[in-house]
């Protein structure tokens, strides 16, 4: 495959099982509804950022399948956080399992970690590249748990 199919491929994967994910749980979104830190973004924000992640994720992903960097436990990780990603807001606005996606996004917080370090060692760029996504996953994390305190 030419390294362009595999970056296009590498990207479309996340931004379609998150454009999935966001068909899913429109009907079920109370994100404007709910108590919110102050600190909260406005739900428009959400959609915007998450593209922007999920191009950075795919990159970061064709870097690795580029160069053949990629091996069992790469793709396993890779994928594995992809699936937790995606039922996270399935368990949060479908369900209203407020808590148990709290303790779900640590989950993913552990996952996304564990990838930035096994993709880091594979290539610097795309380890680096997956850090912005960190980052979001652990304030996604204290705005669950917030929402949890605020909403029981």
């Given at each position: 495959m030419s390294k362009a199919k595999t970056y296009v491929k590498s990207i479309l994967v996340p931004l379609l099982i998150g454009g999935i994910v966001g068909l899913i749980?429109?009907?079920?979104?109370?994100y404007?509804?709910?108590q919110k830190p102050a600190i909260a973004p406005p739900g428009i924000i959400f959609p915007i950022v998450w593209t922007i992640l999920y191009v950075l994720m795919g990159i970061s992903y064709g870097i690795l399948k580029s160069k053949n960097l990629t091996n069992y436990l790469n793709i396993q990780i890779y994928y594995q956080q992809l699936l937790i990603n995606a039922l996270w807001p399935i368990f949060f606005f479908v369900f209203?399992?407020?808590?148990?996606?709290?303790?779900?996004?640590?989950?993913l917080d552990i996952a996304v970690y564990m990838m930035i370090v096994r993709f880091y060692e594979k290539d610097k760029v795309a380890g680096l590249l997956q850090i912005p996504y960190f980052l979001w996953t652990l304030f996604a994390t204290y705005l669950n748990f917030s929402i949890y305190l605020l909403n029981r």
């Open positions: 749980i429109t009907p079920f979104m109370d404007t509804s709910l209203e399992w407020r808590l148990f996606a709290f303790v779900w996004i640590i989950l």
